[in-house]
């Protein structure tokens, strides 16, 4: 019967190097995950900027924001809209929805120009058919590999270091 028998020369150092690598991992990967998240909103916006969507008032690029959470156990970056509409564009919509009263200024009658006047328009339900148009998700996928590859490296980076 033989036996493999091994002795560490330094075993303070070779802890201090183990105990060290959770933080060492922690950081770098709030270093990638804080870079990646503003360049998924970066190209989020880009898009919203005739690739997807045609801007029209800039509310829903202005709507776009990134935040990062660190929770000192996990790090976490979201690119997100609070644009009520944001939802419509991005999966479709394909129902009825209820418009609210308003005014509006009507420019023609029977077909021909008038002079604008303000018109309320009552309350009334339509059917909304928007097609799905997305513009987050499809950043999303669009940077998968980067996204993949930046956190193996982050990892990888920290374990080497």
């Known amino acids: 019967m033989s036996f493999i028998t091994a002795s560490i020369s330094s075993p303070d150092a070779i802890l201090a190097k183990l105990n060290g690598m959770p933080d060492r991992v922690h950081a770098k990967l709030l270093v990638a995950v804080s870079r990646l998240t503003y360049e998924l909103e970066a190209l989020t916006k880009s898009k919203l900027g005739g690739a997807v969507l ?3 008032t800039g509310n829903l690029s202005h709507s776009i924001h990134s935040t990062i959470t660190d929770t000192g156990n996990a ?15 991005e999966y479709g919509i ?6 609210r009263e308003h005014l509006r200024m009507q420019t023609h009658a ?11 328009v009552r309350s009334h339900s339509m059917h909304m058919n928007l097609p799905e148009k997305s513009f987050l998700r499809s950043s999303l996928e669009d940077m998968r590999t980067e996204i993949t590859q930046a956190l193996e490296a982050a990892v990888n980076g920290a374990q080497n270091g």
């Open 54 to 56: 045609q801007r029209r």
């Open 75 to 89: 790090v976490t970056g979201k690119v997100s809209s609070n644009a009520k509409y944001a939802a419509a564009h």
């Open 94 to 99: 394909n129902r009825e929805v209820m418009v």
């Open 110 to 120: 029977f077909g021909r120009i008038i002079n604008p006047i303000e018109v309320a």
